[in-house]
Nanobody
Framework: QVQLVESGGGLVQPGGSLRLSCAAS????????MGWYRQAPGHQRTLVAAITKSGRVNYADSVKGRFIISNDTGTNTLVLQMDSLKPEDTAVYFC?????????????WGPGTQVTVSS
């Protein structure tokens, strides 16, 4: 089992910055990928940014050039640095780990953290 807890959300003005963190604990071996997703009211959960075990990084087009995903292996913390925030970035942000265990892959999710961009 893997436990994920997000932090760092809050209210910020347009153009501002936030830094989200995801603390991972438990049996976090065999990580295939890690990522951040978001879900706005009335919308589906969508990918924001992800890192695969090979080190490949992928961003949603809407956040390219503004968000940076990184992983601190020493503290098992996944970070999403968000700059130049826009009102349309308002959503609940979720951390996700995908573990590959003897073939099958398993998804683990945190409870989410609210990000609100508003003046």
């Amino acid at each position: 089992q893997v436990q994920l807890v997000e932090s760092g959300g809050g209210l910020v003005q347009p153009g501002g910055s936030l830094r989200l963190s995801c603390a991972a604990s438990g049996d976090i071996k065999n990580v295939f990928a890690m990522g951040w997703y978001r879900q706005a009211p009335g919308h589906q959960r969508t990918l924001v940014a992800a890192i695969t075990k090979s080190g490949r990084v992928n961003y949603a087009d809407s956040v390219k050039g503004r968000f940076i995903i990184s992983n601190d292996t020493g503290t098992n913390t996944l970070v999403l640095q968000m700059d130049s925030l826009k009102p349309e970035d308002t959503a609940v942000y979720f951390c996700s780990y995908v573990l590959e265990i003897r073939g099958p892959r398993y998804d683990f999710w945190g409870p989410g953290t609210q990000v609100t961009v508003s003046s």
